[in-house]
C-alpha cells in the first residue's frame, strides 16, 4: 500500500521537540511538491526546483510551523492563540485552532489583506481585529496582549513555529538526495529563512541559532553540504537589504509588507554563514515572475511567494546564478488567495460572448 502522509510532526518527530506520547493537531501538512521546472532551467542555465508549499492544506507555508506551535499551546493549557498577520498566519491560525478546539483572535492590518485570506480567517471562525497600522504595529499589541492575558503566542516569535517550518528544508534533501547548492525564498518577517537553514543544518548534522535543542548533534547527519540562502524582499519591504528597518513598508505582495522582521537576527545568520544574500525586487518583477511560473511552470502562486522567482530571475541577469547548479526556490503560498492582484495586470476580464454553437467558437478560436 502506498505511504499516506501523515503531517509533519508525525513523520520528522525524531527531529523535532515532541515525544511519542504528545498530543498532536494537524491537518496532515507538509509533503508538498518539489517541481523541476525546465522553463526555468531554460531562462538560467542551472537546474531549478520550486518547492509549492501553496499545496498545504491552507495554502501557505504557515500550516508547517502551526501543527507544531498548536500542539505545543495544548501542553500549557491556554484557551486562546492569537497571532498579527499579514494573511497567511491568520488563515492557518484560524484553521489550526478550530481543530485543536481553540479560540483564535488574529491582529490584521485594516484594508491590507487579500480576500481569500481574509475569508478563510472567518471561515475557520476567527475573531478579527483591524489595527489602524501595517504588520509591524499589529505584532507589537500581540505580543503585550499576550505578556498580559492568558492568550498564546502564534506567531513565529514563539520558536515552535520555526520548529514544525524547518521540516521543509527536511523534505527537500529527502527528495534530491543531499541539500541543494542554493536556496531562493522570499523574506517578510524572516522566520522561514530562519527555519530553512535551520533545517539544512540539522540534517547535515549542525545546529544554528535558531535550533532549540542538541539533538541534532545526536542524530545521523543525513546530507553532506548546505546550500546558499538567498533572501528576497520587496523593493518597498526591504529592511535586511537597507539595514535598518522601513517605517511605511509598500508592496503589492502584501504577504511580504513588513518593515521590522521579527527574526532580524537569524535571517542574517542565515545568509552571512551561508555565504549567501538577501536581494530586493520591484512589483512589477514581482508580478513578471507570477506570470512566468503559472504560464511555463503550471503553479500558480501568490504575489510574496513570486518573490523567489523574481530574485532568482534577476540573479541570473546579473550573471549570479552558477552554469548548472542545482536551485530550490520555495514558492510558500498558493495563487487562489490573492486572484485581484493576479488578474490585475490582465486587462479588460469583460468577454463579448459568442453564439452557444461549436462554430461560432471554432471561429473565435481561429481553428
Ligand atoms: C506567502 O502571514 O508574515 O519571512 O503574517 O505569507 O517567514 O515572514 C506571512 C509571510 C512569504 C514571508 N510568503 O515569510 C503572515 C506573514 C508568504 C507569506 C512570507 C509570508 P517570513
Not at 76 to 105: E, P, Q, R
Not at 109 to 130: N, R
Not at 265 to 289: C, H, M, P
Not at 321 to 334: D, F, K, Q
Request: aromatic letters at 6%.
Amino acid at each position: 500500500m502506498a505511504h499516506q502522509w501523515q503531517g509533519v510532526i508525525n513523520e520528522y518527530r525524531d527531529r523535532l521537540p515532541f515525544g511519542d506520547d504528545d498530543p498532536v493537531v494537524t491537518l496532515r501538512e507538509g509533503g508538498t511538491p518539489l517541481i523541476h521546472s525546465t522553463a526555468l532551467d531554460n531562462r538560467t542555465g542551472a537546474r531549478v526546483y520550486v518547492k509549492v508549499e501553496g499545496m498545504n492544506p491552507t495554502g501557505s507555508f504557515k500550516d508547517r510551523g502551526m501543527t507544531t506551535a498548536m500542539s505545543h499551546v495544548l501542553q500549557t493549557g491556554k484557551k486562546i492563540v492569537a497571532a498579527a498577520s499579514t494573511g497567511n498566519t491568520s488563515a492557518s491560525a484560524a484553521a489550526y485552532a478550530s481543530i485543536a478546539g481553540l479560540s483564535s483572535a488574529v491582529i490584521l492590518p485594516a484594508g491590507k489583506i487579500a480576500a481569500g485570506k481574509l475569508a478563510q480567517a472567518i471561515m475557520h471562525g476567527a475573531t478579527l481585529v483591524a489595527v489602524d497600522g501595517n504588520f509591524d504595529d499589529c505584532l507589537r499589541i500581540v505580543r503585550e496582549l499576550t505578556e498580559k492575558y492568558p492568550v498564546a503566542l502564534v506567531n513565529s516569535v514563539n520558536p515552535y513555529r520555526l520548529q514544525g517550518q524547518k521540516t521543509a528544508a527536511f523534505e527537500i534533501v529527502d527528495e534530491l538526495g543531499d541539500a541543494p547548492d542554493i536556496h531562493v525564498l522570499p523574506v517578510g518577517n524572516a522566520g522561514n529563512i530562519s527555519a530553512y537553514w535551520m533545517g539544512y543544518n540539522e540534517y547535515a548534522g549542525k545546529t544554528t541559532l535558531a535550533s532549540m535543542d542538541e539533538t541534532a548533534l545526536h542524530m545521523p547527519a543525513v546530507s553532506t553540504k548546505l546550500p546558499q540562502m538567498w533572501g528576497i524582499q520587496a523593493w518597498g519591504a526591504a529592511p535586511l537589504v537597507l539595514g535598518h528597518p522601513v517605517e511605511n513598508p509598500e508592496t503589492i505582495a502584501t504577504a511580504i509588507r513588513i518593515g521590522n522582521p521579527a527574526s532580524w537576527k537569524y535571517a542574517e545568520a542565515a545568509r552571512d554563514d551561508s555565504n549567501g544574500f538577501i536581494d530586493r525586487v520591484t512589483d512589477e518583477q514581482i508580478l513578471e515572475a507570477q506570470s512566468i511560473l503559472a504560464a511555463e511552470t503550471g503553479v500558480f502562486v501568490e504575489p510574496g511567494s513570486a518573490a523567489s522567482i523574481a530574485g532568482l530571475l534577476q540573479a541570473a541577469e546579473h550573471g549570479q546564478v552558477p552554469e548548472g547548479a542545482t536551485i530550490v526556490c520555495t514558492v510558500t503560498g498558493n495563487g487562489l488567495k490573492d486572484t485581484a492582484t493576479a488578474l490585475s495586470t490582465k486587462g479588460s476580464l469583460d468577454f463579448d460572448p459568442i453564439a452557444p454553437t461549436v462554430e461560432a467558437a471554432a471561429k473565435e478560436l481561429g481553428l
